[in-house]
């Protein structure tokens, strides 16, 4: 099976014990362009607060910026950076139910519907190499994930046979599982350790023979970039494919995109279209991929929002 199968099929078994959000290729570097195959966000104290916010990923800007529950502010004077960068966060603040905006004298203020909720817990990572006979960068991936420790825990995942030698090239840290996407089965062949997230973690950014570029990013900024990588899950879950427009595609019924055609889950994106010999014009399938994921997850599709009118306002109506 390739990457993109063995990805999305552990991706339905997990989600069967996930009591938070499941995602798919989240970038996890401050810095670099890490890329973690899947993110598992364990839920904290306040998820159903955030469950009610929107269905969609709050742009980070706006959580970060000066803008409060209290007082409206006058919207170019809270963001930092380029005004056109800076106006399409409020507009996607807005759009997904963060922000409301109010006019004054011509001017557009804005405030937060909400004091931004302290919803996420634990962030586990898991990196996915179906062979470990072709590992690619695999080492000093692992390698990055352990040093910045900005994710709690970190699992390798595999179709492979683990030997010592495999394992004497993944970190101590880091847990392994062995995974067949045929039957679901998973065996636990080491339990991750807990990474020291609270803490300053050292960023790899480029490794050779010769030397190895770091960062050193401080614990203000692991906690930053732990609130996008779970603000990022929430809105894009996994099911983040679109089926093709092919008789042959028959999706199961956690939404895999499978084909009898290869006898296997497909990449849509890579493996379908006309290119393939098997391609046979259709509409797509009729597939309610964000019903599927409400339905198994905790994941909100459709919640209220925590729009407010503001105080004294009733009086004029």
């Given at each position: 099976m390739n990457e993109f199968g063995f990805e999305v099929a552990l991706c339905a078994e997990l989600e069967r014990d996930c009591s938070g959000v499941l995602s798919r290729q989240l970038g996890t570097a401050p810095h670099g362009s890490r890329v973690m195959d899947i993110v598992c966000v364990e839920p904290g104290p306040e998820f159903a607060d955030r469950q009610a916010i929107t269905e969609q990923t709050i742009p980070p800007a706006a959580i970060e910026s000066d803008v409060g529950p209290g007082t409206a502010q006058y919207w170019p004077a809270v963001f930092d950076g380029h005004p056109d960068r800076a106006d399409d966060v409020r507009e996607a603040a807005i759009?997904?139910?963060?922000f409301e905006s109010e006019r004054r004298q011509g001017r557009e203020y804005v405030r937060q519907t909400t004091r931004y909720p302290d919803w996420q817990d634990r962030l586990i990572g898991i990196e996915n190499k179906p062979d470990l006979g072709t590992p690619g960068k695999l080492e000093t991936q692992l390698l990055t994930d352990t040093k910045l420790a900005l994710l709690d825990e970190v699992i390798l995942a595999t179709e492979s046979y683990v030997t010592g030698a495999h394992r004497n090239r993944i970190p101590d840290a880091v847990g392994i599982w062995r995974f067949d996407p045929e039957t679901g089965e998973r065996e636990v062949l080491r339990e991750p350790e807990q990474l020291p997230v609270e803490e300053s973690g050292v960023e790899l950014l480029d490794r050779?023979?010769?030397?190895?570029?770091?960062?050193?990013?401080?614990?203000g900024e692991i906690r930053r970039q732990r609130r996008r990588i779970a603000e990022r899950a929430y809105g894009k879950g996994w099911r983040s494919y679109e089926f093709p427009a092919c008789t042959r595609i028959d999706p199961d019924e956690a939404g895999l995109p499978v084909?009898?055609?290869h006898d296997r889950i497909v990449d849509p994106a890579r493996d379908c279209g006309e290119d393939c010999d098997g391609f046979d014009p259709a509409d797509s399938p009729d597939v309610d991929?964000?019903?599927?994921r409400a339905e198994r997850t905790s994941w909100e599709p459709d919640p209220a929002g925590r729009q407010r009118r503001q105080s004294g306002l009733d009086q004029f109506y």
């Open positions: 759009d997904c139910g963060f050779c023979s010769a030397q190895t570029d770091i960062a050193v990013v401080e614990p084909c009898p055609y991929l964000d019903g599927l």
